[in-house]
């Protein structure tokens, strides 16, 4: 899942990317030049990522966290 946020010029594009292989997966927070933060998790913590990537999505189509649309 990739997710984008762009509002404005002065804005950065962040990029929040998750990736799950197997067991384990992989979230990560970047900018257009660089890594911000790098997350790794089991999937008994999915339910955790899942709801920071719905948080994210939120922010980024400008909704307050915690209004499920």
């Known amino acids: 899942m990739e997710l984008a ?3 404005g010029p002065l804005a ?3 990029i929040f990317r998750t990736e799950i292989m197997l067991e384990l997966g992989t979230s990560s927070l970047e ?3 660089s890594l911000l933060r790098l997350w ?3 999937l008994a913590v999915n339910p955790q990522v899942l709801r920071l990537q719905s948080s994210f999505r939120q922010l ?3 909704e ?3 209004n499920e649309s």
Request: proline share 0%; aromatic share 6%.
């Open 5 to 7: 946020q762009n509002s």
């Open 12 to 14: 950065l594009e962040l």
């Open 31 to 33: 900018s257009v030049t």
């Open 40 to 42: 790794r998790f089991t």
């Open 60 to 62: 980024v189509k400008g």
């Open 64 to 66: 307050q966290i915690g």
